[in-house]
């Protein structure tokens, strides 16, 4: 089937504007909760926070001023006039939002235990999806915490009104406002209130999973333990995982990724949603992951801070688990992938059918619109979206059957941003691509040298994404060379021995992962390059981030146009530099001090550009199902 324009016609702006006009109306005639005499009292009877403002009549005052800037204001009624708005609106934008609770049902865990939701954060429609979804549902509000960068009007009444309290996005140095948000989450702990953060501490620019922060984990933990031991309920986190089809903000998160600065948000740019009303959303996909109960609180602040890690990243890890591959995730790895650039429509659907072999195949979680017997038609309103949002190029003459899609080349950052929402699903079989690549051709002779490769390129990946343990990625390698070769193989040694035709039958069902991570190894490179050539010339005593940052790219512009090594435009970007210079740092080749670089371990450099440069050329020497 050829694929030429888009089936769905676009949004017509005035339609939704006339609805988007009906905000005003949610502000009028609402009977809203302003007794907050209750929140108040518990607030100030808080432990840590009463026993520093005791006495202290204008601390009393500072408080009361940061709790009225924090509380949420709900008001039910005004929540069910919002939910009509939205049942009205986001069918205009979205295909649809698809909820899988996956068995967990979060109304009856809220009886039982203090519910803390904790998604990851892509975009600023993630507060409206969740939260709409969460009310739909269960008819009952969702406390969410949102930076006070949204605290703008018409977003922020509105937002403050359906639940959201919100929080500074820095506030170290304010000890009585942080006592007074941990009071504050005390009280809704109290209150039995579901509450709901966003872990990353802000949206992803890149489509990876960041780290956790730790903050809000914390106070929830050390609120929670404030609680009377014969009232307490069991304080549980419940990871969410969001993905979108398409984010609104893309085009801006790209433009960061180049080095431009981030737009404060403003009133102003809510003008420019109009323009965002003649796209495709596609859906939005929430699933929800196991939740975890949190230990009770160790006094010791040691402790106590390792625990709040080590459930932090628990739930992070759970998050990453359930983030689904989409229909637009799925055709961006495709065509970012494609090094010349662009694929036939039945290429994309055999590639397809690949991945989604693999991923039923080693349980990583898809869609119910991509499993193969809805592939197709899924994948055919994805490249519409694409298409119709001027993402997705069509090349050829469509009367005729060479018609080619391509990602054009101005977007190729923006759609890497849903590539590398689902990347480290497949991880391992890009690494078991490039040591069966070096086992064929002799790399790699024995075990030790398969060990030392494993251990080295988790090392390098380390830096991007939190992965799998060495001893995890080993267990899963051993099961995809056994299905590929039809036999069971339970160690390393047994793989050192592979006869040549079982090579090749792992590099064939592998082969379609071989480039999924080229564009990190040409960064890692690059990175390279320019410490050779800062540390060969005018910089031999050191240099800063920004000299770094600049050489970097005039590095990669360079490269990209010999097309010797460099494929990808998505292998530059500034935070890909920083982290593949801080693989350097950590492997011991550059030293860091009070802001000056420099490159300490000449040889060792010399080695690793040369290392990667080989891994990069032999990925494209074996080209199979690729």
Known sequence: ????????????????????????????GMNLFDNFKEMEEIVLSYHKLNSRIKGKPEEKDKVLKNLKEIRAELSIPFLKTFEKFLDASLSQLYDGINFNDNGHNLAELSKRNNLVLVPNHQSHADYVAINYVYYKKY???????????????????????????????TFANDILYKLTLEAYLHYMLVKGNPIEFFFEGGRSRTGKLLPPRYGLYQMLIEAHAAIPKDKRRPLQFVPVSIVHEYVPEQKSLARELDGGKKVKESAGQLLGLVKLLSYQFGNVHINLGNPVIAPDAPTDPVKLKIQTQKLAFECFLEVGKNMRVTPTSLL???????????????????????????????????????????LEKSLERSIDILIGNKKVEVIGNTSSQHVFYSIKDDSRKEILYFKNTILHHFLVPWIVHMGWVNLFSGHI?????????????????????????????????????????????????????????????????????????????????????????????????????????????????????????????????????????????????????????????????????????????GQLSINLLN
């Open 139 to 169: 008819q009952s509000p969702l406390f969410v915490a949102g930076g006070n960068n949204l605290n703008i009007f018409p977003i922020g009444p509105l937002f403050r009104k359906s639940g959201c309290f919100f929080i500074r996005r």
């Open 445 to 617: 002779t024995n075990v030790e040298d398969l060990k030392k490769f494993f251990i080295n390129q988790r090392k390098q990946l380390t830096h991007e994404f939190y992965l799998p343990t060495v001893k995890e990625i080993l267990n899963l390698t051993l099961d995809i060379v056994s299905d590929a070769i039809g036999r069971e193989v339970t160690t390393l040694e047994e793989c050192v021995d592979l006869t040549h035709k079982e090579l090749y039958l792992i590099l064939a069902k592998v082969g379609i992962f071989s480039r999924a991570c080229n564009y990190l190894l040409e960064a890692y490179y690059i990175c390279g390059l320019t410490l050779k050539d800062l540390s060969a010339n005018d910089y031999k005593e050191g240099f800063k981030m920004e000299t770094f940052l600049k050489r970097y790219k005039d590095v990669f512009e360079s490269e990209k146009k010999l097309r010797r090594i460099i494929k990808y435009a998505e292998s530059y970007s500034v935070p890909l530099s920083k982290s593949s210079l801080e693989y350097f740092i950590h492997a011991k080749i550059v030293e860091s001090k009070a802001g000056f670089y420099t490159v300490g371990d000449h040889d060792k450099l010399a080695e690793v550009l040369a290392k990667v440069e080989s891994d990069l050329q």
């Open 1 to 28: 089937m050829t694929k030429t324009s888009s089936k769905s016609e676009k949004i017509e702006s005035t339609g939704f504007m006339n609805k988007f006009s009906g905000i005003s109306d949610l502000f009028s």
């Open 332 to 374: 961006a790895m495709i065509l970012l992938d494609e090094s010349t650039g662009a694929l036939k429509w039945e290429e994309i659907l055999t590639k397809a059918r690949h991945i989604i072999t693999y991923c039923e195949k080693f349980h990583v979680p898809i869609t119910d619109s991509i499993k193969l017997e809805n």
